[in-house]
């Protein structure tokens, strides 16, 4: 019942968290974001079009973390991932953003206190599952990798160009760099008898913007 509730609300969710102004961000104390979370589910985000007008573009997700929010809350509403992963389902969690948008913050985390994030969160969790069960008779083998992705660019030059042999002149180029890290844990469970579970693939994602 737990999964079939799952499936019900969306076997791939979009999650966005904002993070709050950081003392390297050099903001004044009466500074405002342009990314203003305006309930638990909406964001808007504030292009300035002059000095006297901006321009507002609002944005739609399954949940939306606003700056005050911590990191136990943010456990909370991927938890359910995790336990989708321990019933046999195939789990994908990943965060997404520009450099110094929280990614790591949110994925990893920092301590063993209230700031750790949902790594370690979701391995605890594993643990706590995996020694329930254990006294009912079931066998957990748990593999867990890790992958670190850097130095990742992006260059953007508008569409692509259809007359090779007569290009228009080259547009100025931007780049931007990104880093990701990502956790990849396998659990397979078997009973006394040797039976193992499977089942299908879920995906969350986290978009961080500043």
């Known amino acids: 019942m737990f999964n079939q509730i799952q499936e019900l609300r969306g076997n791939v969710r979009v999650f966005a968290r904002v993070r709050p102004f950081l003392p390297n961000d ?13 309930d638990e589910f909406r964001l808007c985000v504030q292009k ?7 321009i507002e573009h609002k944005f739609a997700f399954d949940k939306v973390f606003a700056p005050s929010v ?29 450099t110094g948008s929280g990614k790591t913050h949110t ?3 920092s301590g063993v206190g209230q700031m750790r994030g949902i790594i370690p969160r979701a391995i605890e969790q594993a643990g706590t599952y995996k020694t329930q069960l254990e006294g009912d008779g079931w066998t957990f083998v748990m593999q867990v ?10 260059l953007r030059r508008g569409p692509l160009f259809t007359h090779l042999s007569n290009p228009p002149p080259p547009r100025r180029a931007s780049w931007r760099s990104t880093t990701s890290r990502s956790v990849t844990c396998s659990v397979k469970r078997r009973t ?12 969350a994602a986290a978009s961080s913007p500043t």
């Open 145 to 154: 990798s890790a992958a670190t992705h850097s130095a990742m660019s992006e």
């Open 26 to 38: 050099h903001a004044g104390p009466d500074a405002q974001s342009i990314v203003d979370p305006l």
């Open 70 to 98: 911590g990191q136990e809350m943010v456990f909370e509403e991927v938890s359910e991932f995790v336990q989708s992963a321990l019933d046999g389902y195939n789990v994908c969690l990943f965060s997404y953003g520009q």
């Open 192 to 203: 006394s008898w040797g039976s193992t579970t499977s089942r299908s693939t879920r995906t």
């Open 48 to 54: 300035e079009k002059d000095k006297e007008k901006a």
């Open 107 to 109: 994925m990893q985390g």
